[in-house]
């Protein structure tokens, strides 16, 4: 059973600086993929980035990249120039690889717990 | 391209009664997936449609169901509410539910249970 944990229930950083939120996962299977998504008060789940299993390079969409450590089964995100909008809860995924017959893959998403991350001015 | 759409945003029931939510998923994207989210649970996988069919399911009891239709459209049926019913439910969609297709949500039903 696949298996992400966030041991970071809060994060607090100031206004421009740069921030880790931490992401270990476990799976069994060589194919998989990671998802980073934040959620504001609001309740909305907003993707934010993606990691495949067999991806060289580590994925950065803006301010934000994913520091991706294979062999240690982590994905951890990194948000450069944090800014106030970037206060919210943000949730580490995986996908489950199961694959079809027709050689697709589709399936749930696996959540970590999530961890707050708080902006300061 | 207008996001992923839920209706009602927010639902009051009684213990006892049922209740159907709505997702309307982005134009072309004929993957659906819902999710509950507790403070207690976290985020839970209840099932996923595609082209109407249920291809992967979570571990809810049997009161939990759903559907699609074939505009991909789905709904989902709660039947005799508990007070552990109360949540957020999270519907996402995706265009095969394959690979490194990103899920895309939207803004949730807040289903409070009296």
């Known amino acids: 059973a696949q298996k992400i944990t966030q041991t970071q229930p809060g994060m607090f950083v100031q206004e421009k600086e740069a921030v880790t939120l931490d992401c270990t996962y476990d799976?069994?299977?060589?194919?998989?993929?990671l998802f980073w998504y934040k959620q504001p008060s609001s309740g909305e789940m907003i993707f934010l980035i993606y990691?495949?299993?067999?991806?060289?390079q580590n994925a950065t969409e803006g301010r934000y990249s994913l520091n991706f450590q294979k062999a240690r089964k982590s994905a951890n995100l990194v948000i450069s120039a944090s800014q106030l909008g970037d206060s919210a809860m943000y949730f580490c995924?995986?996908?489950?690889?199961?694959?079809?017959?027709?050689?697709?893959?589709?399936?749930?998403?696996?959540f970590g717990q999530g961890t707050i991350l708080t902006v300061h001015p | 391209k207008a996001g992923v759409t839920q209706t009602p945003r927010y639902l009051i029931k009684t213990r006892g009664q049922q209740v159907t939510l709505s997702c309307s998923p982005i134009?072309?994207?004929?993957?659906v997936s819902w999710y509950q989210q507790t403070p207690g649970q976290g985020l839970q996988f209840l099932f996923e449609?595609?082209?109407?069919?249920?291809?992967n399911k979570g571990n809810f009891p049997g009161r939990f169901s759903g559907r699609q239709f074939s505009n991909s459209r789905s709904e989902m049926n709660v039947s005799t509410l508990e007070l552990g019913d109360s949540a957020l439910y999270l519907c996402?969609?995706?265009?095969?539910?394959?690979?490194?297709?990103?899920?895309?949500f939207g803004p949730g039903t807040r289903l409070l249970v009296l």
């Open positions: 996402a969609s995706s265009l095969e539910g394959a690979g490194k297709e990103t899920q895309y």
């Open positions: 799976t069994s299977d060589p194919s998989y993929g």
């Open positions: 990691q495949g299993s067999y991806d060289q």
């Open positions: 995924a995986m996908r489950d690889p199961r694959v079809s017959a027709g050689g697709t893959s589709y399936g749930k998403l696996t």
């Open positions: 134009s072309g994207h004929r993957s």
């Open positions: 449609y595609f082209s109407e069919t249920q291809r």
